[in-house]
């Protein structure tokens, strides 16, 4: 059976993006293929049924594979294999991974690996935002309990006009470079280098990024509808809300009152005193 492809295409700064799902990698939780011009990346994530135990982390690991076969060719040597990531793949992966991590619910411990594969390279179209879009959309896809999607853009600026996503060549002759990464509504992450611009510069890049960001987040949610995706809810069960109210209500100014005086004795009386509140304030509950 030949699998049903679904795909959708994003305008960033006047090229096309084509992100498409159905047709590789059928067991992982969510696919995508992301093309723009000449270059494509793979991206897959993986998400476990079940927490891992005995952890107080939420267990992510994002890496970005970068192969000589994407710009046609193989590496020689007695090995023919290829050596450890290199400096600029650390990078992108620490890239993807900073607007994502905060996107999760509080005490979510599923292991989720989201693994980023440049398959071809055409050494204009730079693959790091593309890889940041994939990323996001795949885990739209995976129906994991992310509180997504994120968009991302490069913004460069040559003769005072923005420009969206520019190419390796642009890059050269832009005063700016900056990537914004973030959700519909706010801003999660900035990584800037500039030549000599002012603060206002620096905050029209990231308004004009956040037009462009919207619409990413936009036609990441209408694809995962199209896809029939039902997300996961997730109930948090390290929530200790409850407790933290007890903790307030009885114990909040014995608190206080021990941190704030400076004889020793005295802190711990009232720590004690505080603890022995809580506890049968909690055994009364029970």
């Keep these: ?44 994530c993986v998400v476990s049924k079940e927490p891992r135990v ?8 994002i890496d970005y594979e970068e192969r000589m076969s994407a710009i046609g060719k193989i590496p020689g040597g007695y090995t023919r294999t290829e050596g450890r990531s290199s400096e600029k793949a650390i990078l992108v992966s620490r890239l993807i991974d900073r607007p994502i991590r905060p996107l999760w619910p509080k005490g979510y411990r599923n292991d989720v690996q989201i693994v980023s594969q440049l398959f071809a390279y055409d050494q204009e179209e730079q693959p790091d935002i593309l890889s940041i879009i994939g990323a996001s959309t795949a885990l739209m896809l995976s129906g994991a309990p992310f509180e997504g999607p994120v968009g991302a853009v490069r913004v460069g600026r040559i003769d005072g006009q923005f420009i969206a996503n520019p190419t390796h060549s642009q890059d050269l002759k832009s005063d700016m470079n900056i ?14 280098g ?15 990024a956040q037009v462009e960001i919207a619409k990413q987040c936009e036609a990441q949610v209408e694809f995962a509808k199209l896809c029939g995706v039902e997300k996961e809810e997730f109930v948090n069960p390290y929530d200790t809300t409850e407790l933290k109210n007890i903790i307030n209500e009885t114990a909040h100014d014995l608190i206080f009152d021990a941190y704030h005086n400076f004889d020793r004795a005295y802190r711990q009386e009232k720590l004690e005193e505080a603890k022995k509140l809580v506890k049968e304030k909690v055994d009364a509950l029970a």
């Design 1 to 44: 059976m030949v699998p049903e492809t679904k795909s959708f295409q994003l305008e960033i700064g006047g090229k096309t993006v084509t992100i498409e799902t159905g047709k590789y990698a059928q067991s992982t939780n969510g696919s995508v293929t992301v093309r723009c011009g000449d270059t494509m990346l793979f991206v897959h």
């Design 54 to 61: 005995g952890i107080d982390f939420f267990p992510l690991l």
């Design 179 to 192: 990537v914004i990464a973030g959700t519909k509504e706010s801003v999660i992450m900035v990584e800037a």
């Design 194 to 208: 500039c030549k000599f611009v002012s603060e206002d510069d620096i905050m029209a890049a990231v308004e004009f």
